[in-house]
């Protein structure tokens, strides 16, 4: 194969890093580092582009230190490990800021990333793959693919999901294993497709298994094995049913073992009780950080707001601090249970509730004439249908909340172009280690 001796201009966004060759042509490098020169050999050559592989570095960055984990690399969780914390924040900004102005169409004068405090140690959930095959077993996908990489410890988990992890996969591998136990992804057939744990800040551990059909032996076996080994150390134990070919990771039916299935977090003021299918965000400590910054953005004591991807309602929670009333909008019956909980455990009453798609829903909400509107949608982002009724509406603000730069750029586009303002931006580190970034953007008009 041809090689090559490159200069890494910059990273993207899975990443690579990103050189030019002598032609022009872009090269993506797993593994290399802005600044650095590095000698590599060519795998993938298209027209406009390319792929290689880092053979060599020649002249290392400064900020180069050595992953934390010995699967670093294979293993599709985190890609920028062998960078500094800082380095890290760094190309998260640069990031941010070229794809709001490359896409967005914005001039961004400065983005602010705001530093995770812990680096490590901070996932307070994980879930874990069980492939059946020569190229399965347990632990996390590679980068790109559905290929298994024997992890056996992560250190961006906390101490304790690493630790009954490990524990379990053992035991599911060396003592429960039968033919026919791994979910065989190909022909949908198998018992046991995921293994998903929580903690909260109390390091109390709810475990889920996600199974593909309720087979009471397994169920019988697995269930009786693990409560006699591990109920002292779990608080919650249940069976999710998922028997469609999908991948998607949670099915539809949950049933507890024990313990209920319902942990209990806290986030500054704000106690919330939820289960191992809801979304709660990874980074306890600085969740909370990005939810003061999004309701002190939002809402002042005589708004009505409309927030739309609502969940549990810990950004809830925190808008109604501030508001005069809060109308929470989610899909997914299970959270808009708990959300209804959460709100009545903590006092709040000026909060209501509906189960729906945002996109579905908006057009007879914006009939309640907010003056607010805050969205916090998934990797996607926002449904045209949403954008649309959001500008048709009586809002004079709107808070975007995104976990995905490219389509918080593009809606971003799409708003200015309906006539909202871009007013301020801001980010934060939930995801140390990796390339995800958290953030936040105020329109008005």
């Known amino acids: 194969m041809k090689e090559l001796i490159l200069k890494i201009r910059d990273i993207n966004s899975t990443g690579q890093g990103v050189a030019l060759s002598e032609e022009g042509k872009v090269i993506f490098v797993d593994g290399a580092l802005p600044g650095e020169r590095v000698l590599v050999s060519m795998i993938q050559e298209k027209k406009n582009y390319g792929r290689a592989r880092l053979m060599e570095i020649e002249s290392p960055s400064d900020d180069r230190v050595t992953p934390k984990c010995p699967w670093f690399g294979s293993c599709g969780g985190c890609q920028i490990q062998h960078g500094s914390y800082g380095l890290q924040i760094s190309l998260k900004e640069a990031m941010v800021k070229s794809t709001m102005e490359r896409i967005g169409g914005v001039d961004v004068a400065e983005v602010i990333c705001v530093p995770s405090e812990r680096r490590w140690e901070y996932r307070n959930k994980a879930s874990f793959p069980v492939r059946a095959g020569k190229e399965g077993g347990i632990g996390f996908f590679s980068a790109n693919s559905h290929l298994i990489v024997p992890v056996d410890r992560c250190p961006v988990l906390k101490p304790e999901i690493d630790s009954i992890y490990s524990a379990i996969r053992r035991d599911l591998q060396e003592e429960l294993s039968s ?108 969740a909370e950080n990005l939810f003061e910054l999004a309701s002190e953005w939002a809402a002042s004591p005589e708004d009505r707001v409309v927030e739309l991807y609502s969940g549990v309602g810990a950004l809830t929670s925190y808008l109604s601090k501030n508001a005069k009333s809060v109308l929470a909008v989610e899909e997914w019956r299970p959270s808009v249970e708990r959300l209804e909980e959460n709100m009545s455990f903590n006092g709040i009453k000026n909060v209501n509730s509906l189960c729906g798609k945002a996109e579905e829903l908006i057009k007879a909400m914006i009939k309640e004439k907010p003056k607010v509107v805050v969205v916090d949608p998934p990797r996607t982002g926002c449904a045209p249908e949403v954008l649309s009724a959001v500008t048709e509406s009586v809002a004079s603000k709107l808070v975007y909340v995104s976990c995905n730069p490219a389509t918080l750029a593009r809606d971003t586009a799409i708003l200015i172009k309906a006539g909202w303002n871009f007013s301020e931006l801001r980010s934060f580190d939930l995801f140390p280690q990796t390339c995800h970034v958290e953030t936040v953007v105020r329109f008005t008009r």
Do not use: C
């Not at 991948?247 to 073992?257: S, V, W």
């Open 179 to 286: 033919p026919g136990f791994f979910y065989n992804e190909k022909n949908n057939s198998g018992f046991l497709r995921h293994i998903v744990a929580r903690s909260n800040e109390n390091k109390e551990l709810l475990l889920m298994l996600v199974v593909s059909n309720f087979n009471k032996k397994l169920m019988n076996k697995v269930g009786s094995y693990l409560k006699s080994k591990y109920r002292d150390k779990l608080l919650s134990f249940s069976w999710n049913l998922n028997d469609k070919k999908t991948n998607r990771i949670i099915g539809d039916e949950t049933f507890p073992a024990w313990g209920g299935n319902l942990i209990l977090e806290k986030l500054g003021d704000f106690s919330f009780r939820y289960d191992g299918t809801a979304f709660f965000q990874v980074n306890t400590l600085q």
